[in-house]
């Protein structure tokens, strides 16, 4: 994925190919997806 804040097209565009990804896999909804992921952040 990335290893910086996405600011680029190209970064933003890497991170959303992420979410989708994971939302086709998953099932869950992009929103529950966003979630799980703000919980991990500064751990």
Not at 13 to 33: C, D, K, M, Y
Not at 34 to 41: A, D, G, I, K, P
């Amino acid at each position: 994925m990335i290893d910086k804040a996405p600011t680029a097209k190209r970064d933003l565009a890497l991170v959303q190919n992420a979410f989708n990804t994971w939302q086709q896999e998953s099932g869950r909804p992009l929103a529950h997806i966003s979630r799980l992921l703000s919980y991990t952040v500064g751990w």
